[in-house]
């Protein structure tokens, strides 16, 4: 069975400071996915990383996928308020679509 | 594009009572989940279909639980007779193509309340 697993699961930091979440799972994959949920609402993609190496960025935030050590990161620079959230990667195992997600990492900006 | 649209937004019901979610995926996209969230268990995978037809039901918890496609557009999750600890919210994603650079779109979902 697909284990994905985050850390931190919480993490409190201050803003302009830059921090990263760690998202591993236990099976093969080169299908990655990061989301966002605001509280009380649905997901929203950040990022589709589909490819040993793969490395993308939106504004503040980059994603990166290494498929041989089974890890994704999400780097946060210069953290702003506005970037309070969950943070959720999700992993797809090669022979089927069954889309499975981390446990979360609730990411909170201190002013 | 509407997105994918689930409804109803909310739905509170009693213990034993049938509760029906439903889900309109997005025009063209060929795959349709159905996901539960909840503080314990956190997102998980509860059925999936490819072109209408249920691939993978591993995810469903019980018997009580069934789920549909009868076309394309729409899809229905219901739960017959209904529980408190099924209080969770519950979300429809679709997508075109996995495996290609596309993501999966998720509904608004449904914060289903069993009292």
Known sequence: ELKVEQNPLFLSMQEGKNYTIYCNYSTTSDRLYWYRQDPGKSLESLFVLLSNGAVKQEGRLMASLDTKARLSTLHITAAVHDLSATYFCAVVPFGNEKLTFGTGTRLTIIP | ?115
């Open chain 2, 1 to 115: 594009d509407a997105g994918v649209i689930q409804s109803p937004r909310h739905e509170v019901t009693e213990m034993g009572q049938e509760v029906t979610l439903r889900c309109k995926p997005i025009s063209g996209h060929d795959y349709l989940f159905w996901y539960r969230q909840t503080m314990m268990r956190g997102l998980e995978l509860l059925i999936y279909f490819n072109n209408n037809v249920p691939i993978d039901d591993s995810g469903m918890p019980e018997d009580r639980f069934s789920a549909k496609m009868p076309n394309a557009s729409f899809s229905t999750l219901k739960i017959q007779p209904s529980e408190p600890r099924d209080s969770a919210v519950y979300f429809c994603a679709s997508s075109p193509l996995p495996g290609q650079a596309y993501g999966y779109t998720f509904g608004s979902g449904t914060r289903l309340t069993v009292v």
